[in-house]
């Protein structure tokens, strides 16, 4: 045995995942933390933690002189890297062997070769794995048009020295290139420390699929089947499962080999994986790039084969032969799994953090995740917060059951992808297994398809909540009661854009039992506006109320049949006047409206521009006192290793510059202000 305690390079659910088979094999178990991570559950499931830096990634968890160290001073003799972070970084894999411990994972002469795209590519050509026609080495915007000319429109940007989506556009105009290009370079430069881009033909309509392999040390190399990650946003994988609709027997096996030879030519050893496009006729597979690591969505793989992919890396890394071959690779059944992010669908999907009030897992399916009631989800490190994983005889049966399983899941507190999730689950387009890589991009979730306004029982919970607590039907205290002349006020800011208002009062029924709920569309008196006659009114009846409440009375559930439906729906508190509601698997926010003034028609914005999130600025374009036109780029903020280039509101002068390249912000902070110029004024003045 080369090692007895294994120390993860990693935080969260992928920690908690390698430490429990770690565990199971009989390995002492060393987590590493940062200060954002202190209470995290990874830590608590080790049986020691060291902690290793401040909360930013690149003073922790890419901080690798700092977790060499923390090997020395635990005793921990391996290195479990997990995914992300240095996972994939060859001097970091160079620097564990040379400190006398084991890195679980192939050479970092073989982490330096897939590393960067250019070079897996010639020597994925040189093994005789097709590839995508492109060009590498392309520096200067002149170089990249050339190239894009000679290849054919459209064309795909890629960071050469990394992966997940960032540095990457697709380009359908030639006169978007060198915008294009800069922004590729900009983000492979934040992300990767290389602003190094390589060009291809973009292959649209095409599945991403992805070939599993296993290698040991003794020339044993297996593949372990296929998964499709077709289903994506901004070329990262939302939905991922096994094996591909989209793939045959055929197709299967000769993936596979092209996979295991590729393996066999560069000396590979462990897990990893090999990602293609398949065209749109499904026949032609091009190769994109390895993943030296163990994926995300590993655990679709272990569903269909049964075999503990940790596990087997483990085993490989103390030098063990794998104890199987090819043919003992059987996949069985159907295997999906959903990402589920703290971000907002509905906003260009816009990182959320906070602060996790409710966080309940469903039963009955496989849940990787290191949450709890209470978890802070931070800005410092990837939007995933969870993974739902399904397993069924069938593709169909599998679907339903992880379909159910996301509105059995109650994340309240911070803003998830939940609700959107289950939509893509149920689409015509997935359930018929045609999702291509392009289809999320071509939604429009302002669509009927895709809404996700409140239900009838979600603004009830909300009016009877806010309105003043709900013991029951008999209790003294009505929410809303008129018996003081005034009534509850209440408006859906599910949306940052929300602004209607709902006049909300509650009243004894008819029966004993019965509370009827009145609720209107309208103005506030301070207003100073008459409520249109044809406002929208409900007027709904309520009995069998039960409440349930947890401890700290902040969180609970509220069941009752509103006009004979009986529902029973989850909350949770976010300070006095506002309340998150588990409505399916989509989850709202209502807030009890005191000031009146913030509701005027006028928005006030002008000519302002805030964070719209917690984030990070990586650049600033512009200075004060300089003119702007509208939808200029002013500012690009960073969180949760997302880039968002803010656009000027409206043309003007920049007033009031706050911000500096490097400065952590708050959502709701000041980065500028635009003050608005009249055109016509301007040649007045200086006439």
Not at 513 to 539: I, M, N, V
Request: glycine share 8%; proline share 4%.
């Amino acid at each position: 045995m080369r090692f007895d305690t294994l120390l993860i390079a990693n935080r969260g659910e992928i920690a908690l995942r390698v430490i429990r088979t770690a565990r199971r094999l009989g390995l002492r178990t060393v987590a590493v933390y940062s200060d954002a991570d202190a209470q995290s559950p990874h830590v608590q499931a080790a049986h020691l933690a060291v902690h290793i830096g401040a909360s930013a990634a690149e003073q922790s968890y890419r901080n690798a002189a700092a977790i060499i160290d923390a090997c020395r001073r635990s005793g921990a003799q391996a290195i479990h890297p997990g995914y992300g972070f240095l996972s994939e970084n060859a001097d970091f894999a160079q620097a564990v062997v040379d400190a006398g411990l084991v890195f679980v994972g192939p050479t970092a002469k073989v982490i330096s070769l897939m590393g960067n795209k250019a070079q897996a590519k010639l020597t994925m050509q040189a093994a005789g794995v097709p590839t995508v026609p492109g060009e590498q080495g392309c520096t200067s915007v002149a170089q990249i048009l050339a190239a894009a000319e000679k290849i054919g429109f459209p064309v795909i940007l890629k960071a050469a020295a990394g992966g997940g989506g960032r540095g990457m556009r697709v380009v359908h105009d030639p006169a978007e290139l060198p915008e294009m290009f800069r922004q590729a370079q900009s983000e492979a430069a934040s992300a990767f420390g290389s602003d190094e881009i390589i060009i291809e033909r973009a292959i649209e309509q095409g599945r991403h699929i992805e070939v599993q392999v296993l290698c040991d040390e003794h020339g044993t190399c297996l593949h372990l089947g296929e998964r499709d990650c077709s289903t994506q946003r901004r070329f990262q994988k939302l939905i991922e499962e096994a094996p591909s609709p989209a793939v045959n027997a055929g197709l299967r096996a000769a993936m596979g080999e092209v996979a295991r030879n590729a393996c066999r030519a560069i000396g590979y050893t462990g897990v990893g994986t090999l990602e293609f496009l398949l065209d749109a006729d499904k026949e032609h597979f091009y190769f994109m790039e390895m993943n030296t690591r163990l994926q995300v969505e590993h655990g679709v793989t272990e569903l269909v084969t049964g075999l503990d992919l940790v596990e087997q890396q483990l085993r490989v890394a103390q030098g063990e032969a794998l104890p199987f071959d090819q043919n003992d690779v059987v996949m069985r059944g159907h295997a999906i799994e959903v990402r589920v992010c703290a971000e907002d669908p509905w906003q260009g999907y816009l990182p959320q953090v906070g602060t996790l009030g409710l966080w309940q897992a469903p039963e009955g399916i496989r849940t990787d995740a290191a949450l709890h009631s209470g978890s802070v989800i931070t800005p410092f490190y990837d939007s995933m917060v969870a993974k739902l994983l399904a397993h069924a005889d069938t593709r169909e049966a599998c679907a339903r059951r992880l379909h159910l399983a996301c509105e059995e899941t109650t994340a309240l507190g911070v803003r998830t992808n939940l609700g959107f999730l289950q939509r893509c689950l149920a689409h015509p387009r997935f359930i018929a297994g045609e999702v291509t890589t392009d289809f999320l991009g071509k939604q429009d979730l302002q669509s009927t398809e895709w809404a996700h306004a409140p239900s009838e029982h979600a603004q009830a919970t909300a009016a009877l909540l806010l309105g003043g607590g709900v013991g029951s039907l008999n209790a003294p205290e009505l929410a809303g009661d008129r018996r003081d002349g005034r009534s509850l006020w209440m408006r859906d800011v599910t949306s940052p854009t929300a602004t209607t208002l709902h006049e909300c009062t509650v009243a004894r029924g008819d029966a004993p039992d019965q509370l009827r709920l009145h609720c209107r569309e309208g103005h506030p008196p301070s207003k100073q506006k008459r409520t249109p006659p044809d406002a929208p009114t409900h007027t709904w009846h309520i009995n069998n109320l039960q409440s349930e409440t947890n401890a700290t009375d902040k969180s609970g559930t509220l069941s009752f049949a509103l006009d004979g439906l009986w529902r029973r729906l989850r909350w949770c508190r976010d300070g006095d006047a506002r309340l998150w509601i588990q409505d399916r698997a989509d989850s709202h926010v209502f807030e009890r409206v005191v000031d009146f003034s913030a509701t005027d028609d006028a928005d006030g914005k002008g000519g302002v521009l805030k964070a719209p999130m917690s984030a990070r600025v990586i650049a600033v374009f512009v200075e004060a006192g300089q003119q702007v036109a509208k939808d200029d780029p002013l500012v690009v903020l960073e969180s949760m290793k997302m880039e968002m280039p803010m656009l000027a509101p409206c043309a003007g002068r920049v007033e009031k510059l706050s911000v500096a390249t490097g400065m952590q912000l708050n959502a709701g902070q000041l980065i500028l202000e635009v003050a608005e110029h009249d055109a016509a004024s301007e040649k007045e003045s200086a006439a």
